[in-house]
C-alpha cells in the first residue's frame, strides 16, 4: 500500500497536525454574526467539503471546483494554494466541532439520515458526472462499476432522473442481482469478464450504443475494461471519468473526433447539486433507502478502514457516529 504522504505529489495534503474527516453531517450550534443565509442553529446539514479561494479567475467565473486552490477539507488539495484553505479551515469531519463556510452547507429535510448525508459526496460525485454529460430523461446509460460505492450511486440517480434503461458492469455477480432487483425493467447487469460489454450494449441498443457512459470502475481496474465501455458509446456519446484508473488509456484522436465521443474527467460536485439531490430524496424520486449503514465510534476508526475494505460493494455505507 503507499504510503498516505508519499500518494499523489500533485495532490497536497494538509501540514500535521491535522484534523481528518470527509462527508460530514451534523447540526448547526452557532452561525457567524457576518453570515446572510437562512441557516440558522438547529439545522441539519451534509457540509461539502470543497472549498474555494474565491478570487481566482476560475472563482470568478462563479465555477469553484476549478478554483487553482480547490481542496477537500479534512483531506487533501489540488493546488499550491491548498495549504492556505487547510488553515483557514482546519476542523474537519473527526472533529467534535468543525468550522465551513456557510455557501458550503446542504440543507437535509428530516427524511434524509445523517447516514445517508454522508455518502452525499460519493453520490454528488455520479450526479455532477451525469449533468456534465448532459444527461437528458429517456437517454441509455452504461456505468462501469456499477455495484461499487460511486457506480451504485450513479444508478439510482440515473433512475431518479429518468433514464430508459441503464446497464451496469460489476464482477460479483450476487451484487449484480441485487442491483438488478432496484429495477428490474431498467437495469441490465453486465458480469465483467464473460463477453466485451461493448457487443451486450450493442447487441441490446440495435448497435446504436449508449448515449452516456460514467466509468466508476476502481484503480486496479485493467485499462482494456474502460476501452470495452468505451466502445459501446454511440456517435456522439460521452463518457464520464469519476474512477481510479490510473494507467494510460490509448484513445485514438481521429476515430474520436469522427464518432464526436468525449472522454471527459469530472472532479466531485457543486454545493447547489448537493442540495438537488436533498430535494430529489426528500421528493421520493432518489431513493436512498439502498443503503446499509454500518456505524463505528470514532475510536473504532481502524475497524471502520477494515469493514471499509470487506465492505459488500456500493451497498455498504461506514459512517462515524460522534
Ligand atoms: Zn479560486
Redesign the pocket.
Known amino acids: 500500500m503507499t504510503k498516505y504522504p508519499e500518494w499523489f505529489p500533485f495532490l497536497p495534503l494538509p501540514a500535521l497536525p491535522a484534523i481528518y474527516g470527509l462527508d460530514s453531517a451534523g447540526v448547526v450550534s452557532k452561525v457567524g454574526d457576518r453570515v446572510r443565509s437562512d441557516i440558522k442553529v438547529g439545522d441539519r446539514v451534509y457540509v461539502n467539503p470543497g472549498l474555494?479561494?474565491?478570487?481566482?479567475q476560475?472563482?470568478r467565473r462563479g465555477d469553484?471546483i476549478n478554483?487553482?486552490?480547490?481542496t477537500f477539507q479534512g483531506y487533501f488539495g489540488f493546488g499550491p494554494?491548498s495549504q492556505q484553505l487547510f488553515e483557514d479551515y482546519p476542523y474537519a469531519g473527526f472533529g467534535q466541532y468543525m468550522t465551513a463556510p456557510v455557501a458550503n452547507l446542504v440543507k437535509l429535510p428530516d427524511s434524509i439520515s445523517f447516514e445517508q448525508a454522508a455518502r452525499f459526496g460519493y453520490l454528488g460525485t455520479s450526479y455532477s458526472a451525469l449533468r456534465k454529460a448532459q444527461f437528458a430523461a429517456g437517454q441509455t446509460v452504461l456505468i462501469d462499476g456499477g455495484t461499487g460505492t460511486l457506480g451504485l450511486g450513479a444508478v439510482i440517480l440515473a433512475l431518479a432522473l429518468g433514464a430508459a434503461r441503464i446497464f451496469a458492469t460489476g464482477r460479483n455477480t450476487g451484487l449484480l442481482e441485487k442491483l438488478q432487483a432496484l429495477d428490474p425493467k431498467r437495469i441490465v447487469p453486465i458480469a465483467l469478464g464473460e463477453r466485451p460489454t461493448a457487443e451486450i450494449v450493442m447487441e441490446a441498443t440495435g448497435g446504436y450504443g449508449v448515449d452516456i457512459l460514467i466509468e466508476a470502475l476502481g484503480p486496479n481496474a485493467p485499462v482494456s475494461s474502460v476501452l470495452d465501455s468505451f466502445n459501446a458509446l454511440r456517435r456522439g456519446g460521452k463518457a464520464i471519468n469519476i474512477g481510479g484508473v490510473a494507467d494510460p488509456i490509448p484513445l485514438e484522436p481521429f476515430p474520436l473526433m469522427c464518432l464526436q465521443k468525449s472522454y471527459i474527467g469530472s472532479l466531485w460536485f457543486t454545493t447547489a447539486e448537493g442540495q438537488d439531490m436533498a430535494a430529489m430524496a426528500h421528493a421520493g424520486t432518489l431513493n436512498l433507502g439502498v443503503f446499509e449503514h454500518e456505524k463505528f465510534a470514532l475510536d473504532q476508526v481502524n475497524e471502520a478502514l477494515d469493514a471499509v475494505e470487506e465492505r459488500g460493494g456500493g451497498f455498504t455505507n461506514v459512517v462515524i457516529m460522534h
Open positions: 474555494s479561494c474565491g478570487s481566482c476560475a472563482c469553484p478554483c487553482t486552490a480547490y494554494g
